[in-house]
């Protein structure tokens, strides 16, 4: 009794956060709807719950998009699933064991000449402007630039807009005091604007969830676990036949390399071969994260991949040997296991011989190969690290302020299936998640049934040949099978029984948030404001021009 009075009590308050705040019942659709056997009036306090109690999950689904190819995130029974594209294209980065901190809007700030002073952390009056008036990357925009592309040092105040602090700086405390060595690249693509406007909810109620913001041991080689650079992150699996694939080339190491000049672009196109990565010999993690892009502190969403071979522990660990990070780990007693960069970095493919070598392309990627027809800028390869910031202007890299710009990005050198799942709560692989008294709190559970004769054989063979069914249930006085429904069911005799399940069961819980109204474009579109659209007469004019400037290019 205990037992079912607190799961009682459990249910009252998780139907009294759901419909009593409203803020998330637009995900609860599902609840009573038609069909579907719910039978509670909305004043029982079962309402959001199973018929054996189990409280109801929110559902929900959101989509993203980039290059006019569509991502969709959705969460149903505390289960995220992510379906995207095939062989989406991935660019290579490495994160140098640094964190860039910002000025805060107007507050005092770090003077140039002191720079090298403040990066020791050694200054106290120092370390206290760094902690009182700058902060990591962020969504609140509190900062005195608008980019800091080009403009670290504040022409108003001559103090410095930011510094890249090694992860051991005490700004951050003993936070990474025993973190391991950053040694291991990772693979990412954007898949959404600037915060990701048709999926916000969605996003924001996963990285509330249990199971998010935790970083399995390669993403921590990776250093996706310093929370200062990813401001949300959640670990998924790939599912059914979805992949990692490596462009190996077709074996001709003349044209399997990418073209680098003028010359070669005339002359010759790249060979491509893209080959699925053999999971025997490198294993990988998967990841969604949220994170400031083109050092703007706007959030995009980001999918990530962590690889690391099992045959040569060299193949992708690196350090470079220099700077306070590196004399942060030998001062630990940390030694690197390679400080040389791969530049072709090598893979291992199925059904194919030894190691091979993961060759870029000169593209931006695979899927793009007219991006000013459709209103974008660009189109080839950066080819260095470093912040992608002003891209394709200036000297700009692939990724992030404090990566290593010697870690290239080998643009589609690595491709993935985008085709995930997570578990946001707890496991499905447990003896004890959604048994028939999880919704009770105890061992035993009482179950009716209406009287009868349940299970009595009447195909001809197995009455002639007299075989009788052994697990034949007889629910009643006088052992005769009720042919007719009653004309009211209350009339007819219910029966009772207990089922003793050995353990207490579990169900999936959830963290409630609170849902926001459409973000970015999505709200200029309700509002009536809709985004300007590349209209066919643009697309065709443009296209035309790119085809009229690549004709004049190779007949000159």
């Avoid at 004399?327 to 091979?356: A, H, Q, S, W």
């Avoid at 491709?415 to 998640?433: Q, T």
Wanted: net charge negative.
């Amino acid at each position: 009794m205990a037992g079912i009075l607190t799961l009682g009590l459990t249910v009252l308050v998780s139907v009294s956060q759901v419909a009593g705040s409203g803020v998330m019942l637009d995900w609860f659709k599902h609840t009573d709807s038609c069909g579907t056997q719910h039978g509670k009036e909305s004043d029982d306090p079962d309402y959001f719950s199973s018929n054996s109690k189990i409280p109801h999950l929110p559902a929900a689904t959101g989509f993203m998009g980039t290059h006019g190819t569509y991502r969709y995130l959705s969460v149903q029974e505390q289960v995220a699933v992510m379906v995207g594209d095939p062989k989406h294209g991935m660019w290579r980065l490495q994160s140098a064991g640094y964190i860039r901190v910002y000025r805060n809007e107007g507050e005092q700030g770090i003077k140039p000449e002191d720079k090298e002073d403040a990066l020791d952390g050694e200054t106290g009056s120092l370390n206290d402007i760094l902690s009182n008036h700058y902060t990591n990357l962020d969504p609140s925009n509190n900062r005195d630039h608008k980019h800091s592309f080009g403009d670290e040092i504040c022409p108003d105040t001559g103090y410095l807009n930011w510094l890249d602090l090694s992860i051991y700086h005490p700004k951050f405390g003993e936070k990474y005091e025993d973190h391991v060595a950053i040694d291991l690249p990772w693979y990412y693509c954007g898949l959404s604007g600037a915060d990701y406007p048709h999926v916000y909810n969605v996003w924001k109620y996963i990285k509330a969830q249990k199971n998010a913001n935790k970083v399995g041991p390669l993403g921590v080689r990776a250093g996706m676990d310093i929370s200062e650079n990813f401001n949300s992150i959640l670990e998924m699996k790939a599912f059914g036949d979805a992949g990692i694939y490596a462009n190996v080339g077709q074996g001709n190491e003349a044209t399997d390399k990418m073209q680098q000049t003028l010359d070669e672009m005339k002359e010759r196109a790249q060979t491509i071969n893209f080959q699925r990565v053999d999971e025997s010999k490198i294993e990988f993690e998967f990841y969604l994260l949220e994170r400031g892009f083109h050092n703007y502190p706007n959030s995009y969403f980001i999918v990530g991949m962590v690889m690391n071979s099992k045959v040569d522990t060299k193949d992708y660990s690196y350090i470079r040997p220099d700077g306070r990070y590196y004399d942060g780990l030998i001062k630990r007693g940390i030694t690197p296991i390679n400080t040389e960069p791969k530049f072709d970095p090598p893979v291992y493919v199925r059904d194919m011989e030894g190691k091979k070598t993961i060759y870029g392309t000169a593209s931006f990627g695979h899927n793009h190969p007219l991006r000013q027809a459709h209103g974008l800028s660009g189109g080839a390869c950066p080819t260095r690290g470093g912040d992608v910031s002003t891209y394709p202007w200036g000297n700009a890299g692939a990724g992030f302020p404090t990566d290593y710009e010697e870690i290239t990005p080998i643009c589609d050198g690595i491709v993935v299936d985008i085709k995930y799942w997570a578990d946001l709560d707890k496991s499905w692989d447990s003896d004890k998640i959604a048994i028939g008294n999880a919704g009770y709190g105890t061992e035993q559970v009482e179950y009716m049934a209406h009287a009868n004769k349940y299970g009595t054989f009447e195909d001809p063979y197995l009455v002639e040949n007299d075989i009788k069914n052994p697990q034949i249930a007889d629910f009643t006085v006088d052992g005769k099978i009720v042919m007719e429904a009653p004309e009211k069911l209350e009339d007819h005799p219910s029966v009772s029984f207990k089922l003793d399940f050995g353990k207490i069961g579990e169900y999936f819980e959830f963290t409630e948030v609170e849902l926001e109204g459409p973000k970015g474009c999505a709200a200029e579109e309700e509002n009536g404001d809709k985004y300007r659209r590349y209209n066919g007469a643009e697309r065709i004019s443009t296209a035309f021009g790119i085809i009229l400037l690549l004709v004049v290019f190779y007949c000159s």
